[in-house]
């Protein structure tokens, strides 16, 4: 398998199959089922999976310039470490069988969610980690998003002369990646999938702007799924950083608790013709989970969230980290 410049494995497979998907050319058999060989690459290397596919789209670069841009956006050579991890990682993906979590028999050293948090858990499907992050390092990152979005957090006439600020594209930063790398956050998503082999994503941030004469500028507000919800659904976590504190009324983290306990019976219990990411979700019972700036939410991928309607004067400010094992299961047909 060739490996280029940096010597990583499946790098080149990435780069030809995003380009052959920009000609229309890839079929299935082409890919094979490598949709989380991908993610684990992109996201392992520090790129995530919003640029790398853009970049390939609008420039079509060869090979080595794709490699050149890659340095170029971590800012330097991936580390050998790195690259020798990533390369073990590929190995392990296409030779060996995927496992089931979470695991039960490894030992996580270091906990820090305790025996009530877990329980917590286990009836509600997610958990709030307080105090996962320094309030200095959630400042550090606010106000690196304040500063790429050209806004003012103390003038609020600032904050509104975009359209669209929920989504904040700003994936390399000293201060986001600080955040990325904490070690109760690491902790936790160990315990939680039983394993301490986990690659941490690379994903956007989110400012929640205050409603302004009674337009609701929440973004997706709306309750939905990130996964696919074609049976089974495999077991899986994400997780939010508040980077400012958040009241229930500042547009907080919204879900339906326990839903991941019964949500194959209320699938199979729809009509075949009905959509469940159409339906009334908020009669199934959200309820918001505030924090303060460092709190840390996780949640079972199951759960149907989303953000509240931010009825407050201050934005939600908030960092998506989810730290995930490479072999997971995504769920290749998407529903």
Known sequence: MET???????LRRYWAKRLLEVE??????????????????????GLGIVEPPEYLFNQRPSYTEFEQWIVQKL?????????????EMVSRYLEQPQRTYPIEQEDIQDSVLSAADLAFWQENGYVLLRNAVSAEDCREAELAI??????????????????????????????LNKNRSALRIRKAFEQLWGTDDLWATVDRSSLNRPERDGINMSGPSRLHWDVSLALPIPFGVQGLLYLSDTSPEQGAFRCVPGFHRRIEQWLGDLAPEQDPRNLDLE???????????GDFVIWNHALPHGSGRNLAHYPRVVQYITLFPHDYGIHPVWK
């Open 146 to 175: 304040w500063k790429f979005l050209g806004m003012d957090p103390q003038n609020p006439e600032s904050w509104y002369g975009i359209t669209h600020t929920f989504w904040v594209s700003l994936f390399q930063h000293s201060a």
């Open 283 to 293: 009669s199934l019972g959200p309820v918001s989970v505030p924090g303060s700036a």
């Open 75 to 87: 800012g330097r050579l991936p580390d050998r470490a790195l690259v020798e991890r990533l390369n």
């Open 4 to 10: 280029g410049e940096l010597g990583i494995l499946h």
């Open 24 to 45: 229309g050319r890839l079929g299935r058999g082409n890919a094979r089922n490598e949709c989380g060989l991908d993610f684990t690459l992109m996201h392992g290397l």
